[in-house]
């Protein structure tokens, strides 16, 4: 089946202690993203990687890290959480950036929902 | 700069009800247009988009929407609401990855 899987789906933890929340694709797309979802505010965009080896800031970079060592993977990475981190976050994949076709989209993850106390 | 906005963060129709969830989009040019549905504990699910290949989008469960230009709007209708639908619904606006905008999404709520 054909999906964007993250891990953990939920976690509640303390300002300053690092964690990794994973994102897989079995779908061999190019194109992953990070966003955060908070109440009013819709998702923005955190990080996207265009390929392996290629990552760059969205519009909500501040605090956050990620690679992109393997096509499949794009964990999303807070060295030190603070409570304004606390949110529900997505990741995303695509096939490539062109939208032209209608079946070129973002598929999403199931979302994590990170507490940062 | 392109930018989406919806209208109404909450809206409540009753089972068999017309469903209409408002979208207004900002773009220099004619974008893609895409309506995601939520349901609780899930990622977003694309119910339709626009390429501008025709006007009138039709989706999945029975939701369409339709690109006006002059109106620079992209409304999502249900002829009739079933307890199903009840879920958060976000309108977003993009010519090409990564730059996808999405609105603050309307959370619908059908009562019985």
């Known amino acids: 089946e054909a999906q964007v899987t993250q891990n953990p789906r939920y976690l509640i933890t303390v300002t300053g202690k690092k964690l990794t929340v994973t994102c897989s694709q079995n779908?061999?797309?190019?194109?992953m993203s990070w966003y955060r979802q908070d109440p009013g505010l819709g998702l923005r965009q955190i990080y996207y990687?265009?390929?392996?080896?290629?990552?760059d800031k969205g519009d909500v970079p501040e605090g956050y890290k990620v690679s992109r060592k393997e096509k499949r993977n794009f964990p999303l990475i807070l060295e030190s959480p603070s409570p304004n981190q606390t949110s529900l976050y997505f990741c995303?994949?695509?096939?490539?950036?062109?939208?032209?076709?209608?079946?070129?989209?973002?598929?999403f993850g199931p979302g994590t929902r990170l507490t940062v106390l | 700069a392109q930018s989406v906005t919806q209208l109404g963060s909450h809206v409540s129709v009753s089972e068999g009800a017309l469903v209409l969830l408002r979208c207004n989009y900002s773009?220099?040019?004619?974008?893609?247009l895409f309506w995601y549905v939520q349901y609780p504990n899930q990622g977003l699910q694309l119910l339709l988009k626009?390429?501008?290949?025709?006007?009138l989008v039709k989706g999945i469960n029975g939701f369409e929407a339709e690109f006006k230009k002059s109106e620079t709007s992209f409304h999502l209708t249900k002829p009739s609401a079933h307890m199903s639908d009840a879920a958060e619904y976000f309108c977003?606006?993009?010519?090409?990855?990564?730059?996808?905008?999405f609105g603050a999404g309307t959370r619908l709520t059908v009562k019985p």
């Open positions: 995303a994949s695509s096939l490539s950036t062109g939208l032209a076709s209608g079946r070129d989209t973002q598929y």
């Open positions: 779908m061999n797309h190019e194109y």
């Open positions: 990687s265009m390929n392996v080896e290629v990552t």
């Open positions: 773009s220099s040019v004619p974008p893609y």
């Open positions: 626009y390429t501008s290949a025709a006007t």
């Open positions: 977003a606006v993009s010519h090409s990855l990564p730059d996808m905008r």
